[in-house]
């Protein structure tokens, strides 16, 4: 007898209620994550092997990306309930089609050396179009060639290309930088440098700015460097790679190559190698007042630190548009050294509710806020 698909969803340390009834029940994760008080988690959806980048289209449509896997998925909630009824991939066959973007009516997906788009896609999730190719210049070589993209308020498409290497100099400029085009893929440019590898970026909604995060060179120890959360004002800025790490760590073979004037630090300092990779300024209103308008990144987790870091969700608190302080906002996916889910994205849901996608599990989990009730006798 075939289990029904919720009771398939067993994780390692993830304790189904088996007392409960009714399917929102069945999927409610408990303090497997801890997070703060008045907080709650629950699975969205459980069948995305590979989950990673997530774009909101204009009907309520979640599409996701991944990147071993190849394909793309769109997950409907026909019934409003916050589940997803239906995942449906609409392709499949990509090279590591990681990002994902969304705009008047059309998917963008983010191959390695090429974007494309899927027009009126949320009228045809079960036959969609053949992609348009929108603009198919970008190297074609795989080392941290999976790419995160989104519009920006210019209404441009920002592209990152990641370095091709742990730590290189490469002729080629386009290599360790955010590059942007038009939307048809014409006007292509660098908009940034020296960014090694970004997977996730927003925009300070009260100033429009971009924001990014960078993951780090590896073998320089398990504690240097770290990770980072860059802030880009404007266009034309270095932030370091290859020749800086973090606000001041001066690379063993290359920073005796450039001095660093000229180069932007970091807003943040984030654990070393925890892999920060999705991050998005929580513009809703589920939350309470102090999360809105700051910083929640995905951190995917370390792969070659003695001892694991990251597989959480963290929060970057601003004041003045400047960061000054980084802290856990949802932990359990690492459990006494074990691993059982790895972070990818962050999506704000339009009631104000967060998504957040994990490859290593396949599931997509919904994070939730509802007041708590002031305790009995108090004032």
Not at 68 to 76: D, Q
Not at 275 to 290: C, I, K, S, V, W
Request: aromatic share 10%.
């Amino acid at each position: 007898m075939r289990l029904p698909r919720a009771l398939r969803f067993l994780l390692p340390h993830l304790f189904l209620l088996a007392a409960a009834t009714g399917c929102n029940a069945a999927r409610t994760l408990p303090a497997a994550i801890t997070l703060p008080p008045g907080f709650s988690i629950a699975v969205y959806a459980d069948n995305v092997p590979g989950a990673r980048s997530m774009a909101l289209g204009s009907r309520g449509t979640l599409f996701v990306g991944s990147r071993g896997e190849g394909k793309v998925y769109a997950l409907v909630d026909r019934n409003g309930d916050q589940v997803a009824d239906e995942v449906i991939t609409i392709a499949k066959g990509l090279q590591m089609p990681n990002g994902v973007a969304f705009r008047n009516g059309s998917l963008y997906v983010a191959e390695v050396s090429r974007v494309l788009r899927y027009d009126a896609i949320e009228e045809r999730l079960k036959n969609p179009p053949q992609p348009v190719i929108v603009n198919d210049s970008f190297p074609d070589r795989t080392h941290h060639g999976w790419k995160f993209i989104r519009f920006g308020p210019d209404g441009r498409l920002y592209v990152p290309v990641g370095a091709p290497c742990n730590v290189c100099e490469e002729k080629d400029p386009r290599f360790a930088t955010i590059m942007r085009m038009n939307p048809d893929g014409t006007g292509l440019e660098i908009f940034a440098n020296g960014v090694r590898n970004t997977v996730g970026f927003d925009w300070n909604p009260g100033t429009g700015e971009l924001w990014f995060t960078d993951n780090g060179r590896d073998w320089l120890g398990n504690d240097i460097p770290p990770d980072e959360l860059n802030r880009a004002p404007k266009p034309g800025l270095h932030f370091g790679f290859p020749y800086r790490h973090g606000r001041d760590i001066p690379d063993p073979e290359f920073g005796a190559k450039r001095k660093p004037d000229g180069l932007v630090a970091p807003e943040m300092e984030l654990g070393p190698h925890v892999a920060a990779l999705g991050m998005r300024f929580y513009t809703g209103t589920m939350f309470p007042e102090r999360y809105r308008n700051q910083i929640f990144i995905a951190e995917h987790g370390s792969w070659n630190r003695s001892e694991r870091i990251g597989y959480r969700i963290t929060l970057v608190r601003l004041e003045g548009n400047r960061a000054v302080s980084y802290e856990p906002f949802a932990e359990g996916w690492l459990d006494n050294g074990k691993v059982w889910g790895r972070p990818v994205d962050v999506q704000v849901m339009p009631d104000g509710s967060m998504l957040v996608s994990d490859d290593k599990a396949g599931a997509i989990y919904r994070i939730s806020y509802r007041q708590q009730p002031p305790a009995h006798g108090a004032r």
